[in-house]
């Protein structure tokens, strides 16, 4: 049993984590919100506050924190009592943060793998870059650290996860498919931090198919996709954390990630590229100054926050699994939709934000019953999946499942 | 008579300029280029002397000169004896220039309008913004300030006024036409300065019909022109110096400018814009950085110089001038091709270049030669046309004419 949370970010996202965190302070405890900008974590408390979201009286604090000093962090975590640390803040804070874990005991939650600011789309194997490297400290340390546990990566591992354990005898293929068919009215703009949104997709993509990586470039593969509520969208073979960890873990011999993509996206996407404006290595203009594009990119786009209140439509993200259930062929679609309009009234975020926030807290609380708690560092398909899952359809993100049978609900 | 030039800038057009003033020191005398960055400069020093272009004996210096600060320029016109100054540098230095002119008694040419680098597109009566306000002042000094002596404006209002004077009783209008047909191979890259050529097309489009100003988007009003030797090609209604100058000195009651853009410049132009970054006002990143986007995009485009030496094909431009002659309707097309790659060939620039700096080295020979030298501020279709033109005819620039009489060399 583990108590009280402290919160790093205050993005979209950790507005989420902090609503959810709220409406589950009975299980959860004191609840602190720690980012580099103070304001920002005070907004989100008064959001909370404004919507009564607080299931019993506790504490909901804010604090500031450059999360990247691990001495700061381990003073927060210590003063704040926290027992787990949600990480929700830049992917370039997860080492520090989980160093701050290890050191003091916390368990530690994130959802997105680590990355080097200087780095772009690193080559496989990604996790065995950095976070798994610290597996045997973690184990020695008796700490819990979840990797992943948003929805992408996060929830879709525990649908691969329940296809394994329930639904096949094997498994021969897992395509995620990810499609955002909201429209937030804007010219253009990205769901979460642009830095973070471009990061993926400027290097080589990566896919794991036939046991073995296979590499082409971004938006060269595409394939239209018909699926429930969202209807027929395009999307493309991109790089995805999870794609390394589900075929390492649960040893499928083809595991790929499929991004939802408009072609408007795209050609600005492939402008700004192609001119070298995304680029995270400093240029020099004609007056000396020393700039990253990206950074530039990143300040002229509107705040992904900012877009919530107009967001319209839904997300539908899933796991299309093939393979042989008693010596037969079959095929399954597990997923979830998500509507933005909703998200953004229950938690002033967006619904990207929503699905990738939800799952962080359903694994803090799963942390704090104990049935995750398990003192060493995990992804999110070597944990039971059905606690996860059944959590998750009473706090906002239920599973359905489509197959031979039809398309319905899922109860655990 | 005058003689010894100061050549202002240090870009595409001031190379053009350094080698056709080379290429005529007999009549111009000694040669001193000065921009900011002295390399630069000796750079152009050096690829003048590599081709052996000074026809006779004479002096060629590079000098660092910052042509904002007016006492500087003046110290530097007075100790090179520079009885004409081309200022080819940035738009931000008209004025500037222009008051070290005055001071010194130098006569003064320039190829665009001046620009204040804080606004984008002002609205019209643009050259009554700065320029035209300094006339009384020239005329009192006796000083000989030649504004627009490039192309487009320069040549193409030459075009006009022979029109004027030659082939026409009344001309009801003038549409200049610009198409660059040649290819640089790059994915995007400007012809000019990103910064000043971008600004053109940022703010509202005005051009003069019917007496009086009409304003409308750029790219939103265009037509396919059917030109000689580039072809078919779609141009668009752009602001240009020489709408104004036009329209106001030879009384026309419609001017029009038509800029040739591909697809692929205006699609990238036009995600540029809608995300801001053209925009010449700072934005703060999210460390705090103070960047004007526009900047950042010229440091990321190709150098318009470098693309000389792979650039292939041709330039039209002309004016298509319509009116009444001996009481018939006419229309005659006035026009000048240029080669990409016989102007780098020639003086190591590309064509874009080579139309704007030639012009001006034109202008500053009559100067020298006392036809042009008027004690005044003009616009060039206030000066004679026949020698303009004629010199142009002889150092590279030559003028055709397309009538009811067929497609000619002009001879003057």
């Known amino acids: 049993m583990k108590k009280n949370v402290l919160i790093i970010g205050a993005g979209g996202v950790a507005q989420v984590v902090a609503h959810k965190c709220a409406q589950n302070n009975d299980v959860l405890g004191d609840i602190t919100i720690a980012s580099r900008t103070l304001e920002k974590c005070e907004a989100i408390v008064a959001s909370v506050r404004e919507k009564n979201a607080l299931k019993v009286d506790g504490k909901l604090e804010a604090h500031a924190l450059d999360a990247m000093d691990v001495e700061a962090t381990k003073a927060l975590?210590?003063?704040t009592g926290a027992q787990i640390v949600i990480?929700?803040?830049s992917p370039f804070l997860n080492m520090s943060v989980m160093s701050a874990c290890i050191e003091t005991g916390a368990a530690y939650i994130d959802t997105a793998i680590h990355e080097d600011p200087m780095k772009i789309c690193e080559t496989p194997p990604w996790y065995a870059n950095y976070e798994w490297k610290r597996r045997e400290e973690c184990e020695k340390a008796g700490v819990t650290a979840i990797l992943g546990a948003g929805f992408d990566p996060g929830v879709v591992n525990a649908y691969a996860k329940l296809a394994y354990d329930e639904y096949f005898d094997?498994?021969?293929?897992i395509d995620i498919v990810?499609?955002?068919a909201g429209d937030h009215g804007r010219y253009f703009a990205t769901n979460f931090d642009p830095e973070i949104n471009f990061r993926e997709f400027t290097g080589q993509v990566w896919t794991w198919q036939n046991n073995e990586w296979?590499?082409?470039k971004m938006f060269e593969v595409g394939k239209e996709w018909d699926l429930p509520v969202?209807?027929?969208?395009k999307a493309y073979l991109t790089g995805h954390d999870e794609v390394h960890s589900l075929s390492h873990i649960l040893k499928v011999p083809t595991v790929r990630f499929w991004m939802g993509f408009g072609d408007h996206y795209i050609n600005v996407f492939t402008v700004l590229k192609n001119l070298g404006l995304l680029s995270e290595q400093p240029v020099l203009t004609a007056e000396g100054q020393e700039v990253i594009p990206l950074k530039v990119v990143k300040a002229v786009l509107p705040?992904?926050?900012s877009l919530a209140p107009d967001y319209t439509g839904k997300t539908c993200i899933g796991d299309l699994v093939k393979g042989v259930k008693d010596g037969k062929e079959r095929e399954v679609f597990i997923y979830n939709v998500a509507d933005h309009k909703?998200?953004?009234e229950e938690v002033g975020s967006q619904g990207i934000s929503y699905t990738a926030g939800v799952p962080a807290v359903a694994a803090a609380m799963l942390i704090a019953t104990g049935e995750w708690d398990v003192k060493k560092m995990a992804n999110v398909e070597e944990l039971p999946a059905q606690p996860f899952l059944g959590l998750l359809n009473k706090i906002g993100l239920p599973t359905r499942i489509k197959d031979e049978n039809g398309d319905r609900a899922l109860e655990f």
Chains 1, 2 share one sequence.
């Open 87 to 89: 990480n929700v803040g």
């Open 342 to 344: 909703e998200a953004f």
């Open 178 to 180: 990810d499609i955002n």
């Open 303 to 305: 705040d992904p926050g």
């Open 230 to 233: 969202v209807g027929k969208r």
């Open 170 to 173: 094997k498994i021969e293929s």
């Open 214 to 216: 296979t590499s082409n």
């Open 77 to 79: 975590i210590t003063k």
